[in-house]
């Protein structure tokens, strides 16, 4: 059950404070799966006849925006009234015969073919990768793109004749961490700018470029620009970092692992299929 479903049903727990109480036993589990089936069966208004249950609240709560979704689940005494007035709607609206309304017809058709297209392409991919393939892809990925991290110093400045001043002094022998804590205007400055080990996303793209582009006990020979000012920087260490976890990086992998099998897929729709492109007929000059 999601966060919002596990919110609904609190707040339905507290609506239908009436319900019988929920024995305790071994297989509490299992209960408690059936207890939530069962209330979110439990009816909570009539209208005309209509019986609408808790699951009918939840199915329209579920439609509306999901940043709106929790509040909505605070407040059930007033979507349980929303719910009554939709299906009111509703049968005003088979009164008035839009059942059998033209456009009506063309909308649900249309809505219908997206459904339909959908829920296809969802259960395609459900059902198109495996555990197997998201550890091999997995494995692929850290094997591809080992987490380089650099460790720096860096020496930042307001203009770039001041940067430039400062590579002059190292390029004569000055010592950069002594210059840091001298010049520097970052929070660095101090420990001698020392950054420490990081990864290139850590750092915005200028800087991140310059500094794994440089071999350690190297510095930049030109001042790197970033919106902070202007950096002098020194790579002293590189080494191959922990790679992200399985866990992290599932999401992604299946993402781009479905997207694959979609796309597959429809290549062998195409093949399979007979296609006959028409090109659109030119507007008649004038």
Known sequence: MSVLRCAAASAFALLLAAAAPLALSQSAQAQSAENEADQENQLVAVVNGTEIRVSDVLEMIGRLPQNVQMQAYSNMPAMIERTIDLELILEASEQAGLRDDAAVKEQIEAISRDVLRQTYLE?????????????EAYDTYVRENPPEQVRARHILVESE????????????????????????TGPTGENGGDLGYFERGQMVAPFAEAAFGLEPGTYTDTPVQTQFGWHVILVEDKRTGEPPSFEELQPQLRQELEQDAIQSHLTELRNGADIEVVEPEAPAAE
């Open 161 to 184: 004749s001041e940067a430039q001043e400062i590579i002059g002094q190292l390029d004569g022998g000055a010592d950069f961490a002594e210059l840091a804590r001298e010049k520097s």
């Open 123 to 135: 259960r395609l991919a459900e059902s198109a990768v495996t555990e197997a393939e998201l550890r």
